[in-house]
């Protein structure tokens, strides 16, 4: 669940791209994640305790097997590599997000843009997000979910940022519909 939370953060924070102009290839989208009981962190704290304390060999695979699917996990967050195709941002479009999700632009004000969410997968998750872009090669975003953990409902609150890295995607590759 947690790295869906950061793929459909990641993908909900770019589509919001629809009002903008976005250049193709690949992008990293950097999270960082407060919940209100504080799961999300320690869960994340537990996965990147058991990584240190793999075989140098061991965390070396485990790393470029989630390299190669675009994830990156660090001290101060987590990290997504998204490829936008050509065709994607000639419509101003960006991968949809995995599940049973919709977005919504609420409201456009100069460079930023609002956005409200719903995901029905499970456990369902909702909320809103506020996205400011740099041009067609950043942005920022600040984002709550509202979600339900371990039968009990949460609060999330996500922080990110989003730059163009390069033209060429390498290996990761575009999200299909």
Not at 85 to 108: D, I, L, S, W, Y
Request: charged content about 20%.
């Amino acid at each position: 669940m947690k790295t869906r939370l950061v793929l459909a953060g990641a993908v909900l924070a770019a589509a919001a791209t629809h009002a903008q102009s976005i250049k193709p290839g690949l992008w990293e989208h950097a999270f960082t994640i407060k919940s209100a009981s504080g799961q999300m962190e320690g869960a994340m704290a537990e996965m990147q305790k058991q990584m240190a304390a793999l075989p140098p060999d061991q965390r070396k695979m485990m790393e470029q097997m989630m390299a190669q699917q675009g994830v990156g996990m660090g001290p101060k967050g987590q990290s997504v590599k998204i490829c936008i195709t050509p065709e994607e941002a000639a419509r101003q479009e960006v991968p949809a997000a995995e599940g049973n999700c919709t977005q919504k632009v609420t409201q456009r004000s100069g460079s930023t843009i609002k956005v409200s969410f719903s995901c029905a997968d499970k456990p369902p998750s909702s909320g809103e997000a506020e996205i400011t872009f740099q041009g067609a090669t950043a942005y920022t975003s600040k984002a709550v979910v509202r979600t339900t953990v371990d039968g009990k409902p949460e609060r999330m609150d996500m922080t990110s940022n989003g730059k163009w890295l390069s033209a060429d995607c390498g290996a990761v590759k575009p999200v299909r519909r």
